[in-house]
């Protein structure tokens, strides 16, 4: 229980002190005009009120992110909470303001152009591929798994394809919904009832929690039970865990998404409560759902302690949606009939809400490209249909393929973003744009985090079984000294190109 309070409050805290520490550095103008305000449209730029920005923002990142992230992240022991907490502070939270306040500064800019204005046209083609690929692939995952739920649940037809069991009536009928929430204003459907499932997941796991701690707080694992990797398929540590809890800490998907919300901002001021401190409630409720997983399956009477008796858990359903069987185990015990609900809704809502936003960020991210005003349902459709019919086509592709290239493309986002960030912020500095003179080089609070998720995505690529297996051929060193060149030869890239700028 002591490191799961000690973790909650290090979020707290880094929440209040850090993340105005990063809104210092980048140096907000409560005066400046928002897009909302100046290029209001009623479609995708519309002002909104602050606490519902919060939340369809905490919604539009988190879906099963915190959840499934974190329970899979606790396989690795105790030093899981350490990534959630400190990955959430100085990488996440960074992230996912500089990504949504970058939005504001630049008219309400999709990610790809945010980045490619800091880091040059070539980047920003390759981020709008990169973006695009990632979207497709994420809202065939927020497709295909509430999809399977349902067929579980209420049993519809379904169709035989070379991959396996298709419930193809309910892909069709969350299809459909994505068509509406995809095409119609932002105001009209999700800023109306999105906010009402980001309360429901909040509670959901406020609830969780105060049953954990009231009853089951000796069982919650402890730093001191040791920081070794607990995993028994083998895998490494790093950069397994840093990819496995990905949402709870830092994902590239949510760089997508901040834009949206940034379209709906009318003062700078909301920019850490909203970018910020939506990370910070993701961290915490991943922090929420790691500890209930190492701790539910719990059996001292029999030698289990914690994640030892998840470990066991696993074993027992190998070849299952492990996650998903979780938050079905520990909502219904802890939470009775209602946490029975509440899994529901957050198991198949969630995810179904993430997925539409994703389509939502991929139509602006088209749109920019093309400079097509998207006022006109039909423009919106134009550009959404092609979209549709890639997302429909990957349905029928295996989902656990469509899972790991998505694991692969969604972290080096990440990079690219804090990167982005980087620069950003030297050119205001160098620009004599500095905000509280104790902090001459605030672009350290993103390079560091950028240096260290470079050194992540290389070295995931060369270990990860879905990529070059160095692991399992015993060379993991390799990778991680070439992860290493990797993020010094980046490293010296970005002071040359400081000692450029200085020259100018």
């Not at 909302?36 to 919604?59: C, E, H, N």
């Not at 929430?181 to 796991?205: C, E, H, N, Q, S």
């Not at 423009?379 to 656990?400: E, S």
Request: aromatic residues 14%; charged residues 10%.
């Amino acid at each position: 229980m002591i490191t799961f309070l000690l973790a909650l409050a290090a979020l707290v805290v880094g929440f209040v002190l850090y993340g105005t520490l990063v809104e210092k550095v980048f140096v907000i103008d409560p005066q400046r005009t928002t897009p909302a305000v100046s290029q209001t449209d009623g479609v995708d730029y519309v002002p909104m009120k602050p606490w519902r920005i919060f939340l369809v923002q905490f919604l539009n990142i988190a879906g099963l992110g915190p959840v499934f992230g974190a329970i899979m992240g606790i396989f690795f022991g105790p030093s899981a909470f350490l990534w959630i907490v400190f990955g959430t502070i100085f990488a996440g939270g960074v992230h996912d303001y500089l990504s949504g306040m970058m939005s504001v500064r630049k008219r309400g800019a999709s990610l790809p152009d945010i980045v490619g204005s800091e880091l040059g046209n070539g980047i920003k083609l390759f981020m709008r591929i990169l973006s695009l690929v990632l979207l497709v692939l994420l809202t065939t995952t927020f497709l295909s798994g509430p999809a399977t739920l349902l067929q579980g649940l209420c049993g519809l037809p379904s169709m035989n394809w070379g991959t396996g069991s298709i419930p193809l009536v309910w892909v069709l009928i969350i299809f459909a919904y994505y068509v509406f929430a995809t095409i119609l204003p932002v105001d009209k459907l999700i800023g109306r009832f999105y906010p009402v499932f980001g309360g429901i997941l909040l509670f959901m796991g406020i609830g969780i929690m105060f049953v954990m701690l009231g009853w089951h707080a000796s069982e919650m694992p402890e730093l001191t039970d040791g920081l070794d990797n607990r995993q028994t398929n083998g895998l490494p540590l790093f950069p397994m865990m840093f990819v496995s809890i990905a949402c709870g800490a830092i994902s590239g998907f949510h760089g997508t998404q901040s834009p949206l919300m940034a379209r709906c901002v009318t003062n700078e001021r909301q920019g850490r409560w909203i970018f910020y401190g939506a990370m910070v409630a993701e961290g915490i409720l991943a922090l929420i759902w790691a500890a209930a997983a190492g701790t539910f399956f719990a059996d001292p009477e029999h030698g289990l302690y914690g994640i030892d008796g998840l470990q066991q858990f696993a074993a027992e359903h190998k070849g299952e949606n492990i996650a998903a069987l979780v938050v079905d185990r520990v909502s219904r015990s802890w939470l009775g009939t209602v946490g029975g609900i509440l899994a529901i809704i957050g198991v198949i809502a969630a995810p179904i809400t993430s997925g539409d936003t994703a389509l939502r960020s991929a139509r602006l991210i088209v749109a920019d490209f093309l400079h097509w005003d998207q006022r006109q349902v039909m423009r919106r459709l134009a550009i959404a249909l092609p979209l549709f019919i890639c997302v429909f086509c990957m349905v029928f592709v295996d989902f656990n393929v469509v899972w790991r290239y998505f694991s692969w493309t969604n972290q080096t986002l990440a990079v690219f973003t804090l990167w982005a960030g980087t620069v950003f912020l030297y050119r205001q500095e160098h620009n004599g744009l500095k905000g509280d003179t104790r902090y001459p080089y605030g672009y350290i609070s993103a390079l560091l985090p950028a240096l260290f998720m470079t050194m992540v995505s290389v070295s995931y690529i060369f270990i990860a079984p879905e990529g070059l297996q160095f692991a399992s051929k015993g060379w993991s060193l390799y990778a991680y000294i070439i992860a290493a060149i990797v993020t010094l030869l980046l490293l010296c890239l970005f002071f040359r190109w400081t000692r450029k700028s200085c020259r100018q």
